[in-house]
DNA sequence: GCAGAATACGAGCGATCGCTCGTATTCGCT
DNA sequence: AGCGAATACGAGCGATCGCTCGTATTCTGC
């Protein structure tokens, strides 16, 4: 068990030459995983992209999994801030305007870089327990519920936890499928009636 | 541009005992796709599995791709199988009793063989053009369309088409989550419970 | 019973993958 | 300017993958 001396600095860059090896290796990642799809992203061609070598990427990340899971951490964490603005946005609002912009908002969020969010959320195999890629972050149903007992007096009496899990994941389902699956079928109009009636799907169940 | 002599029988099976080889194929990819995931399945291993030579496996199957596709199509044909019946059992039933089956038939199809359709509906890599997996058949937007007509007088005036995107997206995306991701945290009485709120959400969206 | 077609076999090929490690370069600091 | 630490490099190892092809076995029809 003896100590490694000075090797394995296999974490943290400290000067800014590394911080940009690391950026340009988890951008080039992302980008491959949109252009190429998932089984194109070796570790040669993700260093290849980013125009390091491979012995560098090793350095940074332990291996592919952590590349990928570094890109899905950052969409997520985009995702989020949507999530968290609206939320916010949304304090106060009584229940029709707050849950329309909530729709809004996840059409927004389904738009935003969807080549990206669809390789991540239909390519990625989930394996090797790092990989719970899960659009639905608790956070999401959290927020939602916080929402849901500012305003108990417009609502019916019910399990909170209940219904934020069901109008989550209706929206998240909803809008995910109208962008990623229809975008063809789905209008800039056809997506205002989406919108519409997901909002009257939503608020009709909480009245 | 040679004719092909008499090779490249790699299609049809004529005697019963190919049969029983393309079946166990595919049986045998089916096992490994849930007992070692999607990574772990190689030719050669779902071969081995299978009780087969990897030569055989390619006289029928023309790579790893039809393996994996022909156990897609017979899981969607028993989840289409599902789907028919319970449409045709709830035929001439009022909307609410119906939708109530509707979705107790969600749960019961998500619950059929569960961990082959997590790594179906998770693990896939949908890429080759061949993979577009999606639970969500157009015949099953076809199937509640038609219930809709055959019940307009109960519902109020609106796009078919959309409401039974709205409506089948729901309650697949209800269900899948609720059985796939969530069954330690669903009951058996909070899974009751589930189907409860499901119904009244699209009851009343449709009302 | 036998010929030929159908089926099954499996060693091993070429390609590719993730990853290592010895070396070269650049940075921070005095 | 000069030294050690940090960073970057990339040829190449070992493992594995999808797949082929020459051969062995089994079935079918006469």
Redesign the interface.
């Known amino acids: 068990m003896a100590r490694r001396p000075a090797t394995k600095p296999r974490k943290h860059a400290s000067q800014q030459r590394s911080r940009a090896t690391v950026d340009a290796l988890v951008e080039a990642t992302a980008r491959i995983l949109v252009r190429e799809?998932?089984?194109s992203a070796s570790t040669n061609r993700i260093a290849e992209q980013a125009g390091v070598s491979v012995g560098s990427l090793y350095q940074y990340f332990p291996g592919k999994e952590a590349l990928v899971a570094a890109v899905i951490a950052r969409h997520k964490q985009d995702l989020m801030r949507v999530a968290r603005g609206v939320l916010a946005e949304v304090e106060g609002l009584p229940l029709k305007q707050a849950v329309r912009k909530m729709v809004t908002a996840g059409v927004k969020a389904h738009s935003h870089d969807p080549q990206l969010h669809r390789v991540l959320a239909?390519?990625m195999?989930?394996?090797g327990k790092l990989g719970n890629v899960?659009v639905?972050d608790p956070e999401n149903y959290a927020l939602f519920k916080r929402y849901l007992e500012s305003r108990r007096s417009e609502i019916r009496a019910?399990?909170l936890d209940?219904?934020a899990?069901?109008c989550v994941?209706?929206i998240?389902?909803?809008t995910h499928?109208?962008v990623l699956?229809?975008s063809a079928t789905f209008s800039e109009e056809?997506m205002q009636?989406?919108i519409d009636?997901?909002t009257?799907?939503i608020v009709?169940?909480l009245q």
């Open positions: 799809g998932f089984d239909e390519q195999p989930r394996t899960d639905f019910l399990d209940l219904a899990f069901v994941t209706s998240e389902s909803l499928t109208a699956h229809h056809a009636a989406l009636e997901a009257r799907l009709r169940y």
